[in-house]
């Protein structure tokens, strides 16, 4: 790796960038590493492919339409969410803030609103023109930085950043070549792309890591899964107020929506309890919990889908039962809780009533579904006392140490 001043200096990000730099790699250790606003516009755009694929997935549930729904929900996130991973892991490697670097970032920006406008025909009729179309662009302009990356690296990290661009564009080839596919052939060749996807990480980091900084990870996936939460509140807010003006069923509607905002209020809570970037400490780690966000982030959005369509289902719009329209919200609730526990809050605890709160509490949000109308409301009640008693552990926990140390003086 270089040991260029240029790349263990602490990055500022002047407004006016500087017109190139050379893509040397930051600092795994470098000081006050936080997300740039760049990278929080690129967020931003994001959620609109995020809240496109949310509201069609509600769409498809309230009609009934369950495999197809899913099915077009997964790919369609699998691909918003497998762009924005490469970029943030990439951007905590080499952001160097320059003009290419800045406009390259634009271009995938510009990529995924392709690609969200192209989520709708997805559903629809499985065209996965526009779609692919978006994508590619987004990850084209990927091999982009890391050509830059690999110009300006030696040995084996030039290899790891060559790597890298060959296996982007082998994947694009074959998504395009998909295209070409019979209708009938797709749902095969899919999973084999997006297998050869998530491989390409794996082979080309075989040798060395690329130098990414773990706080700054850590901070990046905690502000998307912010704004995914808060597209989630924002389409149910949205549902919500649509059926008041067109059908005033507000009685109805008060324990969908105090349930749907216990339940946000809760996943926020959860994810956030205690710090994780100690935990990312090697690529095995790391490849782990940054994989495992695929479910994070995929069912925090669903639980908007799900308040659409709990909405549509308390003023009799929704063409399911209502058992069906709470498991809208439980299913994906529940997952997002066992993720979230594997991923961050079993690192942490200590104990097995400690370890046992979160998956207790996923179990009992999914036989909320089993009360139909009211399962909505009693899943966030679930939620609401899960959060309570993870905080009296913790407080006693906290309790304990501050008396063994005490003992101890």
Request: proline content about 5%; glycine content about 8%.
């Amino acid at each position: 790796m270089s040991t260029d001043h240029a790349a263990t200096a602490p990055r500022r990000h002047p407004v006016d960038p500087p017109p190139v730099r050379r893509m040397v790699p930051r600092d795994r250790n470098e000081p006050h590493r936080v997300a740039t606003p760049l990278e929080l516009f690129f967020d931003l755009c994001f959620v609109v492919a995020v809240g496109q694929a949310g509201r069609e997935l509600a769409h498809s549930l309230a009609a009934g339409h369950y495999g197809e729904g899913l099915r077009g929900y997964a790919l369609a996130f699998f691909a918003i969410w497998w762009a924005w991973m490469n970029f943030t892991w990439f951007a905590s490697a080499y952001d160097v803030d320059d003009v290419p670097y800045r406009l390259t970032t634009l271009v995938q920006i510009a990529g995924v609103l392709i690609l969200a406008a192209g989520v709708p025909r997805l559903f629809a009729t499985q065209d996965l023109t526009l779609a692919i179309a978006g994508y590619v662009v987004m990850r084209l302009a990927m091999v982009t930085q890391w050509l830059r990356a690999a110009a300006s690296e030696q040995g084996v990290a030039r290899r790891v950043a060559l790597g890298y661009a060959a296996g982007i564009t082998l994947c694009q080839v074959c998504w395009v070549a998909m295209l070409f596919l019979p209708q009938g052939a797709r749902p095969y060749a899919i999973p084999i792309g997006v297998l050869c996807e998530l491989a390409v990480p794996v082979a080309a980091e075989l040798r060395m890591r690329t130098s990414w900084h773990p706080h700054h990870i850590a901070e990046r996936y905690g502000l998307f899964t912010l704004i995914v939460l808060g597209e989630t509140v924002a389409a149910a807010t949205v549902a919500m107020q649509s059926a008041v003006d067109e059908h005033e069923e507000l009685g109805r509607l008060v324990p969908v929506a105090v349930g749907g905002l216990l339940i946000c209020f809760a996943a926020w809570w959860i994810y956030f309890a205690r710090p994780v970037h100690e935990h990312l400490r090697s690529n095995r780690q790391a490849l782990v919990w940054g994989y495992g966000h695929y479910l994070v982030f995929g069912s925090a959005a669903a639980i908007g889908a799900g308040l659409e369509v709990a909405v549509e289902s308390a003023v009799h719009q929704a063409h399911i039962s209502e058992t069906a329209a709470t498991a809208a919200v439980t299913v994906p609730t529940a997952l997002y809780l066992v993720t979230v526990w594997l991923l961050h809050s079993r690192h942490t605890k200590r104990g097995a009533v400690a370890q046992a709160v979160a998956p207790a509490g996923a179990a009992l949000v999914l036989a909320c579904t089993a009360l139909g109308g009211s399962g909505v409301l009693a899943a966030g009640l679930v939620c609401a006392l899960m959060v309570a008693v993870g905080v009296l552990i913790h407080g006693r926990e906290s309790r304990r140490a501050a008396g063994g140390r005490v003992n101890a003086r």
